[in-house]
């Protein structure tokens, strides 16, 4: 009688950290697309400065988003067999159809709603902003209606991404971690705080004599983290105990993991309790309430990126075909560190030149709105 050692070799991650950030980004995309058209339905109740930060956090979403996705494909040139070798019951073939379209459709919906504001930079100083305005491409009206309309077909585009991006690895049998309903639920729920968390950083950016948020903008955006997070608190024990080879809570590690991100989750929470109320008039207390959205923005967008981060890359860890964990180290290449501060750092610059499209809220309303806004 032998016994025969079986050695498994050093494999490579299936998925990359470029593989988070896409998925980080472009939820917060289809997320924002979503928050965007409830704002519109109530503008009565919302702020145009809401709006525009939301349709900022959509368009730019859907423009870093898929550029992390040429990062996860190792070299971008392999984008292009995905429509030279159509396979329709690959869910990543599908998303190389829904993807481009979410895309332009986010730029073009955050073009229209914001036409007026480019409009009004042709009266600004200088050579640079008055040339911007050129892109509004005349002064012509479109109409709510058309608005709404123009929102609501982003919006269903938006849902096809969060569809393919949850199915493309929930359909991985090899992972019971993944290959459950839980874990594109998850996904498609925390993307919502990641809208949150960039909406409200595009908000501190956008030039104001005012800044605090309305009655409604609190309201959309408190309720938006509350919902989103005791939905992520629901769902990440069920996500967890749907491992049919190893249990997570059994070990020490996945139990700090686990209690991690219910400490962050729980976090912003209790920020958004505290900070998205209503404040008073004063300056320390809009200074208070400036600092306040700050953190609220800070641990929404860490309470999004940890789940997908825990979900996505720790998860590759867990041996298949053993036991215990194979943890690895976060290198400082492309792939790595550098990789995850660059694109945040692009997704900064976008959102620096977007929040110089929209002006402050002139003392005397304009006569005319490209939207029929009853607020801008």
Same mark, same amino acid.
């Given at each position: @009688? ?47 400065? /809401? ?95 058309? @608005? ?37 639920? /998850?996904?498609? #729920? ?64 996945? @139990? ?33 309430? #400036? ?38 180290? /976060? ?11 660059? @694109? ?33």
């Amino acid at each position: @009688m032998n016994i025969t050692e079986v050695l498994v070799q050093p494999q490579a991650m299936a998925w990359l950290p470029w593989a988070v950030q896409y998925f980080f980004y472009i939820g917060s995309a289809y997320a924002a697309a979503v928050l965007f058209l409830i704002a519109l339905l109530f503008e009565k109740h919302t702020s145009h400065r /809401l709006r525009a930060a939301l349709v900022l956090t959509l368009a730019i979403g859907a423009i870093v988003g898929p550029l992390a996705l040429t990062g996860d494909l190792h070299q971008p040139g392999r984008a292009w067999h995905f429509y030279a070798h159509i396979t329709p019951w690959s869910w990543m073939s599908l998303g190389s159809l829904f993807l481009p379209v979410f895309s332009g459709l986010a730029v073009i919906t955050a073009w229209l709603y914001l036409r007026q504001d480019l409009i009004k930079l042709r009266d600004q100083p200088g050579k640079v902003l008055p040339l911007i305005s050129k892109l509004s491409l005349g002064e012509w009206v479109l109409s709510r209606r058309a @608005m709404l309309m123009v929102s609501a077909i982003t919006v269903l585009s938006g849902l096809t991404i969060a569809v393919y991006t949850g199915a493309e690895i929930a359909v991985v049998k090899s992972r019971s971690l993944w290959h459950q309903p839980a874990s594109p639920i /998850l996904w498609f #729920v925390t993307a919502f705080m990641g809208a949150v968390g960039f909406s409200l950083l595009i908000w501190l950016l956008l030039p104001s004599q005012s800044k605090t948020l309305t009655s409604g903008d609190t309201n959309l955006l408190k309720k938006s983290v509350v919902t989103s997070g005791v939905l992520t608190l629901i769902l990440l024990p069920i996500w967890a105990s749907n491992n049919s080879t190893f249990s997570l809570y059994s070990s020490e590690q996945w @139990m700090h993991n686990i209690a991690l991100l219910t400490f962050v989750v729980l976090g912003c929470i209790l920020l958004a309790f505290i900070f998205l109320r209503d404040t008073q008039k004063s300056a320390s207390a809009r200074f208070r309430h #400036v600092i306040g959205l700050g953190f609220v923005s800070a641990s929404a967008l860490v309470s999004a990126w940890l789940i997908r981060w825990f979900t996505i890359m720790e998860v590759q860890t867990i041996a298949k075909f053993d036991a215990g964990l194979y943890p690895y180290q /976060l290198t400082m290449d492309g792939n790595g560190w550098i990789g995850i501060i660059g @694109m945040l750092g692009l997704w900064l610059a976008l959102a620096l030149l977007g929040s110089e499209l929209v002006q402050p809220k002139q003392d005397i309303e304009a006569n005319a709105s490209s939207l029929t806004l009853t607020e801008r």
